[in-house]
């Protein structure tokens, strides 16, 4: 067998320059590639961290464990309170996409799953378990100043209350036909000072007579039958029910 010695040829030193190319350009497309992994990487983590208060909380209210979403944006106008109906939960408004709406219009939004619905507790004295107080206790337990409060179907039971008698603690209301209207005259509806953007359903035929006497009445009232829907109309037009609830909070100064 013969051995070719090509020590000294041009040839050798032409492949070894193309060779040696080749490699500098392999190298170069692994460390870009390398790079936006890192990059990649980088963003996920950022965006984990970014978006960790939207997990589920827990806060303790009176010796009930009650859990809620918050979206927090960097700056808050205020706090938007978010109850929810006896088949629904704070899950809802997640899904929906309320929350989003709101926390990129600047406010807060919470979502609270109530006592005995979602991941909260029963009350402990479910027979003194006053809702009213209930809502006025984790309002100071959420540090939500003076929030509006959101408070569709049987919700109404916390916030109807609330309204009528203790004002001044909230900055807004937005019932969603909610029950315990008829609890209270319409003459003390009348009385009613802080803003309010009543929603009702135009099929909701359990409810939309009440909302229309009961609320109806109250002075600056801004009343928004959601055409077509029915009882928890902000399912069947959410793009109406975000349209009117966003319209609304732009027209507030809130603490």
């Not at 020590?7 to 492949?15: A, E, R």
């Given at each position: 067998?013969?051995?070719?010695?090509?020590?000294?040829?041009?040839?050798?030193?032409?492949?070894?320059?193309?060779?040696?190319?080749?490699?500098?350009?392999?190298?170069?497309?692994?460390?870009?590639?390398?790079?936006?992994?890192?990059?990649?990487?980088?963003?996920?983590?950022?965006?984990?961290?970014?978006d960790f208060y939207r997990d589920v909380r827990h806060i303790d209210v009176n010796g009930i464990k009650v859990a809620y979403y918050d979206y927090s944006p960097d700056l808050s106008l205020g706090t938007v309170i978010l109850l929810h109906g006896q088949r629904f939960s704070k899950t809802t408004w997640k899904d929906l996409g309320t929350l989003d709406k709101i926390s990129e219009s600047g406010y807060r939004g919470v979502a609270v799953d109530l006592p005995g619905y979602g991941e909260s507790n029963k009350p402990l004295d479910a027979p003194n378990f006053n809702k009213t107080h209930f809502l006025m206790d984790l309002i100071l337990k959420l540090d939500a100043g003076r929030p509006i409060i959101i408070s569709p179907s049987m919700s109404g039971t916390y916030a109807v209350g609330l309204a009528l008698?203790?004002?001044?603690?909230?900055?807004?209301?937005?019932?969603?036909?909610?029950?315990?209207?008829?609890?209270?005259?319409?003459s003390q509806y009348e009385h009613i000072s802080i803003p309010v953007l009543a929603v009702y359903g135009e099929k909701d035929t359990s409810f939309r007579g009440q909302v229309e006497e009961y609320l109806g009445k109250i002075p600056g009232v801004t009343m928004v039958m959601i055409s077509g829907a029915s009882h928890p109309c902000y399912l069947d037009r959410p793009d109406v029910w975000h349209r009117a609830l966003l319209s609304f909070l732009d027209s507030l100064n809130v603490d």
């Open positions: 067998m013969n051995f070719v010695k090509i020590k000294g040829s041009p040839y050798l030193y032409v492949f070894l320059f193309f060779f040696s190319g080749l490699c500098i350009i392999w190298l170069a497309g692994n460390f870009s590639e390398g790079s936006a992994v890192q990059e990649i990487m980088s963003s996920s983590v950022a965006g984990v961290e970014k008698n203790y004002p001044e603690l909230i900055s807004g209301w937005v019932p969603v036909a909610p029950v315990s209207l008829t609890s209270a005259t319409v």
